[in-house]
Antibody, heavy 117, light 107 residues
Framework: QVQLKQSGPGLVQPSQSLSITCTVSGFSLTSYGVHWVRQSPGKGLEWLGVIWSGGSTDYNAAFISRLSISKDNSKSQVFFKMNSLQANDTAIYYC???????????WGQGTSVTVSS | DIQMTQSSSSFSVSLGDRVTITCKASEDIYNRLAWYQQKPGNAPRLLISGATSLETGVPSRFSGSGSGKDYTLSITSLQTEDVATYYCQQYWSTPPTFGAGTKLELK
């Protein structure tokens, strides 16, 4: 069955970077894209970026200077990295598969990230 | 960016009610509209894509309708497990954007 499992830290110091790995199973990253979305009480659900099946990426313009998404198809892993985190980046970060109709049809369990010293 | 407006942030419902949740886009999104259900502590779950297509495993009491800028999620005969927050999302243009959510609460 389709699964996305996330791993990453729960606590990040201000100005440091956040790295999360999304390991997928039940489908191939060469056939499906993967989105990254975050959720915070203040801003709701916010799209961060996507890596397409072919490897190209699109980023939310608000984060383009500090966000990077990459993948390793052979390991079925997608890598998310955001730099220069501040307190308002505190949120739950999700990876989600892009379904055939381009909606987000399967989601990871989420990584709860707190930015604090 | 396309703005997605869900007219109600929350409302009280009773079991067995027919519930209608509305979502309005700031421009035409050509049915590129998804509905998600989220329960506390869980990731969102895709219910409907393409404005009207029910995902596999989603109960048939859920349905979607609409076109252009205006879309609706309906739940016939609300069940206990349907008490959740519902989000609409457009994927017509980048960036994909979400509504602020509509939380259903039992009376």
């Amino acid at each position: 069955q389709v699964q996305l499992k996330q791993s990453g830290p729960g606590l990040v110091q201000p100005s440091q970077s956040l790295s999360i790995t999304c390991t997928v199973s039940g489908f191939s990253l060469t056939s499906y894209g993967v989105h990254w979305v975050r959720q915070s009480p203040g801003k709701g659900l916010e799209w961060l970026g996507v890596i397409w099946s072919g490897g190209s990426t699109d980023y939310n313009a608000a984060f383009i200077s500090r966000l990077s998404i990459s993948k390793d198809n052979s390991k079925s892993q997608v890598f998310f990295k955001m730099n220069s985190l501040q307190a308002n980046d505190t949120a739950i970060y999700y990876c989600a598969r892009m379904g055939v109709r381009h909606a987000m049809d399967y989601w990871g369990q989420g990584t709860s990230v707190t930015v604090s010293s | 960016d396309i703005q997605m407006t869900q007219s109600s942030s929350s409302f009280s419902v009773s079991l067995g009610d027919r519930v209608t949740i509305t979502c309005k886009a700031s421009e035409d999104i050509y049915n590129r509209l998804a509905w998600y259900q989220q329960k506390p502590g869980n990731a969102p779950r895709l219910l409907i894509s393409g404005a009207t297509s029910l995902e596999t495993g989603v109960p048939s009491r859920f349905s979607g309708s609409g076109s252009g800028k205006d879309y609706t999620l309906s739940i016939t005969s609300l069940q206990t497990e349907d008490v959740a927050t519902y989000y609409c999302q457009q994927y017509w243009s980048t960036p994909p954007t979400f509504g602020a959510g509509t939380k259903l609460e039992l009376k």
